[in-house]
């Protein structure tokens, strides 16, 4: 069965450090999404990618987030420098175009210490 | 206003009954309605999904939609303790630039005991 791939699934990292996550979306799939899902709450959006192209990233604080999805397929997702409000679960997910459901990865646990 | 709301419960049936878990969504001009199942830990899996009016049933599961009153609602029948989880609304507003952006409540949690 198809999966949204993510690395790594546990990062522990200093605050003020650079931390970097990947995905790798099911094979088709032309929408990628980045959320961030901070404990007790529901999955936040921080961007989302069509192919290679950022359609939405309004909620991606830009001072220190950047994602790129350089030829359409895998995605990498970076925080610089982290900072300790940045814990959380940082889940990637995809579907076959905008709007269509949308699958998830295990998700990358942040913690920033 | 948040965009969905959800009871954050704890919910807790006991097996073998059935499970309602609700939701209400602030955007009359939302489109498509889904239902997340999340482990503790774990990342959201995808259970249901509905577009229009009425009921959608797959197996024990039947979701309902009523965009009159903007709800949504998920039933559960024959509940398990293995359905014990965080059950997550998610609403796409399928138009301009939001287009696939999900807006999720904050989740239900569920507890089937035995």
């Known amino acids: 069965e198809a999966e949204v791939a993510q690395s790594p699934r546990y990062k522990i990292t200093e605050k003020s450090q650079a931390v970097a996550f990947w995905c790798d979306p099911i094979?088709?799939?032309?929408?990628l999404y980045w959320y961030r899902q901070i404990l007790g709450q529901g999955p936040e959006l921080l961007v989302q990618?069509?192919?290679?192209?950022?359609?939405?990233d309004s909620q991606l604080p830009k001072d220190r987030f950047s994602a790129e999805r350089l030829k359409g397929v895998d995605s990498t997702l970076k925080i610089q420098p982290a900072e300790l409000g940045d814990s959380a679960m940082y889940l990637c997910?995809?579907?076959?175009?905008?709007?269509?459901?949308?699958?998830f990865g295990q998700g990358t646990r942040l913690t920033v210490v | 206003q948040k965009e969905v709301e959800q009871n954050s419960g704890p919910l807790s049936v006991p097996e073998g009954a059935i499970a309602s878990l609700n939701c209400t969504y602030s955007d009359r001009g939302s489109q498509s309605f889904f239902w997340y199942r999340q482990y503790s830990g774990k990342s959201p899996e995808l259970i249901m999904f509905i577009y229009s009016n009425g009921d959608k049933e797959d197996g024990r599961f039947t979701a309902q939609l009523n965009k009159a009153s903007q709800y949504v609602s998920l039933l559960i029948r024959d509940s398990q303790p293995s359905d014990s989880a965080t059950y997550l609304c998610a609403v796409n507003k399928d138009r301009g630039s939001t287009l696939g952006r999900l807006y999720f409540g904050r989740g239900t949690q569920l507890t089937v005991w035995p």
């Open positions: 990618f069509q192919d290679e192209s950022v359609v939405d």
């Open positions: 094979s088709g799939h032309a929408t």
């Open positions: 997910a995809s579907s076959v175009d905008r709007g269509s459901e949308a699958f």
